[in-house]
């Protein structure tokens, strides 16, 4: 059978990265059931991020949004290491890749700043869209999304983004600037072991992003054979635990076997 990979995000009460757990101090459990670690790695691993930027009108009427937005995006690619790949996608009447995926920042950077407001906002279509591309890259992989949450015109329903996130291997963090956070933000970050966000002050803002690349910078890779004797096709659910108090461990909820 094939390992089963899963990248964890061990953070303190403050939100703070956890360093120097051994493997020792994890337990996974699929389907409920104890999982023998075979493989185990900390510290920093090759990152690719895609960031998808609402460049909508919706998002340029709202107080300056997409400029917020472009501002958060700056710092956050700014936070990165020089070797973290990135990719810009801007979302809008169509998604395109305005940067594709490459270690040169600068060019990423440029690319942000060469946007303007356009269109609506597929935004379901988008982040599916961003998976697939973010997904084919190597080591770990993310999807950190800037919008103002409101979806227009999507041929993907909000369940069936969340479903095909599941089936999928990138950690998503999506960024609420509007004036709430739907709730399928929420729901795509508890299933990849991402992390969602709900700020609208560019202050703020500039720090979210700067602790999302510091939590990006330290995880953890656990690696197991499933126990079952026989492969099962299907839907199976992961859960990891730390045996330390104050701690907070997020790690995706599962995979599908085939």
Do not use: C
Request: proline letters at 4%; aromatic letters at 6%.
């Amino acid at each position: 059978m094939n390992l089963v990979e899963v990248y964890a995000t061990v953070t303190d009460r403050a939100g703070e990265p956890v360093t120097g757990l051994a493997q020792s101090d994890f337990t996974v459990l699929e389907d409920g059931a104890a999982q023998a670690i075979t493989a185990f790695a900390a510290g920093e691993f090759p990152l690719a991020v895609a960031i998808g930027l609402d460049r909508s009108f919706s998002m340029a009427n709202a107080s300056n949004g997409l400029g917020v937005a472009k501002s958060a995006a700056r710092t956050f690619i700014g936070a990165l290491r020089k070797t973290d790949q990135v990719m810009v996608i801007a979302i809008g009447g169509d998604n395109d890749v305005v940067a594709p995926l490459s270690s040169d920042h600068a060019a990423a950077l440029a690319a942000i700043d060469r946007l303007d407001a356009w269109g609506t906002t597929p935004l379901y279509d988008a982040a599916l869209s961003a998976l697939d591309r973010i997904q084919e890259a190597n080591g770990r992989r993310a999807l950190v999304l800037l919008s103002d949450g409101t979806d227009r015109y999507s041929d993907t329903r909000a369940a069936d983004l969340v479903d095909q996130a599941r089936r999928r291997d990138v950690l998503i963090y999506p960024i609420a600037l509007g004036a709430s956070r739907p709730p399928v933000f929420a729901e795509l970050a508890a299933a990849t072991g991402g992390r969602s966000f709900h700020t609208r002050e560019p202050g703020q803002l500039a720090k979210t992003m700067t602790a999302i690349a510091r939590e990006l910078r330290f995880q953890y890779l656990l690696g197991y054979v499933p126990s079952r004797g026989t492969s099962e096709p299907g839907w199976h659910a992961i859960d990891v635990s730390v045996s330390r108090p104050d701690v907070r461990v997020r790690a995706r909820e599962g995979y599908f076997s085939r």
